[in-house]
């Protein structure tokens, strides 16, 4: 059993006396001002990726690792970032996290520049390594900024400061496509990064000023070891779901870092039975519902993240709409979270977990078999009902995993399991751009020889090229329109292909939900420390 320390939250009085200022509003503005950075790099680099690919001359595994490496950093990191804040305090941490994340993203900026004076090191390569530091730093903020406004609202507060921090989350993401597609069609991908650097300025400014220390007053140990083996466990789980269609399911390499992934997180599991002061106490998992808690949110990360990987190239390359456009397009399931999140609350404490979430998969199975019905020419409202769609289905799994996962947790666990619900979101969202991408990859295989037929003359080597361009779903310019058709046909069938997965991984996940109980309401909850 896990040796587990915990101090008490700020009681309903009001703030704890490490607690921040005196206007717990101006705390809120601070940390969200963070936190929107984070956010909205989650779901800008998806109107972005066409053009980076473009630029950089990227192969679909680079850009995976674009998103996976940053999604991998969070999640890997989060639970870690949560212990160095009750060790060193949350101020402290979260303002490393803000001028770090802000630094990385000026350096993704300058991936050709930083490229040219690196020995060795592509532009796409700086890239990646960048976004994976980013990812780290990031990972620094989430967990402080909750310990911060914890720690700045009174009890009977707090509530509405987690409203108004929904809402400010849900809007940084509405906003991220929309951002995205005005900075890289009328200034460069580049901008989109560069953005961050006077958020940045202004956030660490606000919270020098504003924010004081919230500190545990109870020494927690951070298990390094741990850390490493989940790392370890995670990178050779993805690496191989993104390399395997290149180097084929059978291959020596691929079974080597299967048999990696098995090693690593059996040794990772035998050492959280055994730390005194575990990174994931696995004394949680006892617990049914938080079992199956995390793993609803990492299906629905699966699916959100999945999609927004495939629109993107979908609207830009085969529908031809500029970066703009196709953020406006996707503007519906973004828009529609912010007004579907608070309505899930309210159908959760009516009718509970189970309903709501069972049905919240139903709709978002719906709207993923809508999604492989998609067309070339789809108009913006044939896209847009199974974007409303699924915004009204994700937002109920999203707010009650939550719930579920927190509310059942013991009141001494109830800080590891936010980190936990944090990181089953990153981790899902990494695989369900992996996993579905190497089914699309597949698909596309299987489908563009048909539609080229023999008339078509292609070689060996000119088809593997044509299906690395049908994965972005462009097709090279100066080849006859049929070779332009069967590129953009092949690339259809992988998404929809991908999207009936999705579909079905949403009605078995239904199902789940009918074992699950709704969380304990424990006011003055203890936040863990160990």
Not at 155 to 160: T, V
Not at 273 to 297: C, D, E, H, K, Y
Request: proline residues 5%; neutral net charge.
């Amino acid at each position: 059993m896990a040796d587990t320390k915990a101090v008490a939250a700020p009681s309903s009085s009001g703030p704890g006396k490490h607690g921040a200022g005196s206007n717990p509003w101006l705390v809120l503005l601070a940390v969200s001002l963070g936190v929107i950075m984070v956010m909205l790099d989650g779901t800008v680099v998806g109107i972005a990726n066409p053009v980076i690919q473009a630029d950089l001359k990227a192969s679909l595994s680079d850009l995976q690792w674009v998103t996976s490496g940053y999604l991998l950093a969070l999640a890997v990191f989060l639970i870690t970032a949560g212990k160095l804040g009750d060790l060193f305090g949350h101020k402290r941490v979260f303002l490393i996290g803000v001028a770090g994340f802000a630094l990385s993203s000026v350096g993704i900026g300058l991936s050709a520049e930083l490229a040219d004076i690196i020995p060795g090191v592509s532009p796409i390569g700086a890239l990646i390594g960048l976004r994976v530091l980013q990812g780290l730093f990031g990972a620094l903020l989430q967990p402080a900024a909750l310990a911060l406004l914890r720690g700045a609202f009174p009890g009977e507060k707090l509530n509405q400061a987690m409203g108004a921090w929904g809402a400010i989350i849900g809007l940084s993401s509405a906003a991220g496509p929309i951002v995205g597609g005005v900075l890289v069609e009328k200034v460069s991908w580049e901008s989109v990064f560069f953005i961050n650097a006077p958020v940045g300025v202004i956030a660490l400014i606000m919270g020098v000023l504003l924010i004081k220390e919230n500190r545990s007053q109870t020494f927690a140990r951070i298990d390094w070891l741990g850390v490493v083996l989940l790392s370890g466990a995670m990178f050779s789980l993805v690496w191989t779901i993104i390399k395997a269609p290149e180097w084929g399911w059978g291959d020596s390499t691929t079974l080597t870092f299967v048999g990696a992934f098995v090693v690593l997180i059996a040794a990772f599991v035998f050492w959280q039975s055994r730390a005194r002061q575990p990174l994931v106490p696995l004394s949680l998992f006892a617990n049914p519902s938080i079992s199956i808690g995390t793993f609803l949110m990492m299906m629905v990360a699966f699916a959100m993240f999945g999609a927004m990987f495939f629109l993107g190239f979908f609207f830009q390359g085969v529908h031809g709409l500029s970066p703009l456009q196709a953020g406006l397009y996707m503007l519906p399931m973004s828009a529609g979270m912010i007004v579907a999140s608070p309505l899930a609350g309210m159908a959760l404490g009516k009718l509970g977990p189970k309903i709501t979430m069972a049905a919240g998969l139903l709709i978002t199975a719906l709207a993923m078999f809508l999604m492989s019905r998609l067309g070339i020419e789809a108009t913006f409202i044939e896209s847009g009902i199974p974007f409303v769609l699924l915004a009204f289905g994700l937002s109920p799994v999203f707010v009650g995993a939550t719930e579920i996962i927190v509310g059942n947790a013991p009141v001494e666990l109830s800080g590891v399991a936010g980190g936990l619900q944090q990181s089953a979101m990153q981790v899902g969202g990494a695989l369900g751009t992996a996993i579905l991408g190497a089914v699309m990859a597949a698909e596309i295989s299987d489908t563009l020889p048909g539609y080229l037929g023999p008339a078509a003359g292609v070689t060996p080597e000119q088809l593997t090229l044509l299906e690395k361009a049908a994965a972005f779903g462009q097709a090279p310019p100066g080849l006859p329109e049929q070779v332009g058709d069967a590129v953009h046909l092949s690339f259809m069938d992988g998404m929809h292909l991908a999207f009936l997965v999705s579909t079905c991984i949403a009605v078995l996940t239904a199902v789940l939900t009918l074992f699950v109980r709704a969380g304990r309401k424990t006011e003055g909850a203890p936040v863990h420390v160990g």
